[in-house]
């Protein structure tokens, strides 16, 4: 089983739609959980971290379920501009900063 | 822009050669961590530096080595390179004791092995 678990996708969605991915992980010492963002070929980028609280940042919402072990992510009114792949990331509790990332879910923004 | 740079962004190789990847991390950072991202998977890690000293390694064998400079800048070799090594390198940088996984990727270097 791997470490961190995504839908690959392609989740393809019209614009203006809300669309949501969720995000599994295995290593229950896991402290630290983020989603980035990575357009095609190139590298990715922090789009958030998750706090056990939930976090949202404009249209994106962030949500993370520690008894389950997922994370979710909600993007609202969706854009073409938001047509990525999604990252799910898990950070190590060890004294290096090392992420487990699942394999992406592909988001495609319909016009 | 991160202010991570790699070089060189691209590289074909051959079975069997030796590759060095570079890296310069962003200012004020100290600690520099490797990722091998295959075609159509996450990206994996490989292992990080701080203070010019391995700080954990991933699945990876040891012909993956590294070195960190006292300006905090990296490299990754790689030796007897296989084909199943063709994948983008991307260098991050962080800063210790900061919320770890809040990494700064550079563009990545794309190798391939022929």
């Known amino acids: 089983r791997k470490e961190v678990e995504q839908d690959p996708g392609p989740f393809n969605v019209p614009e203006g739609a809300t669309v949501a991915f969720n995000c599994t992980y295995s290593?229950?010492?896991?402290?630290?959980f983020f989603w980035y963002r990575q357009d095609c070929r190139k590298e990715p980028k922090l789009l958030m971290s998750?706090?056990?609280s939930g976090n949202e940042d404009g249209r994106f919402t962030a949500q993370l379920n520690r008894a389950s072990q997922y994370i979710s992510l909600l993007i609202r009114d969706s854009k073409l501009s938001d047509s990525a792949t999604y990252l799910c990331?898990?950070?190590?509790?060890?004294?290096?900063?090392?992420?487990?990332f699942g394999t992406g879910t592909k988001l495609q923004v319909i016009p | 822009e991160t202010g991570v740079t790699q070089s060189p962004t691209h590289l074909i190789k051959t079975r069997g050669q030796q590759v060095t990847l570079r890296c310069s991390s962003q200012?004020?950072?100290?600690?520099v961590s490797w990722y091998q991202q295959a075609l159509g998977q996450g990206p994996q890690f490989i292992f990080q530096y701080y203070r010019e000293e391995e700080n954990g390694r991933g699945n990876f064998p040891p012909r993956f080595s590294g070195l960190q400079f006292p300006n905090y800048s990296s490299e990754l070799n790689v030796n007897a390179l296989e084909l199943d090594d063709s994948a983008l390198y991307l260098c991050?940088?962080?800063?210790?004791?900061?919320?770890?996984?809040?990494?700064?990727f550079g563009e990545g270097s794309r190798l391939t092995v022929l």
């Open positions: 290593n229950s010492a896991s402290q630290s």
């Open positions: 991050a940088s962080s800063t210790a004791g900061h919320s770890t996984g809040e990494l700064f």
């Open positions: 200012s004020g950072h100290n600690t």
């Open positions: 998750v706090y056990s």
């Open positions: 990331g898990a950070g190590d509790s060890g004294g290096y900063q090392k992420v487990t």
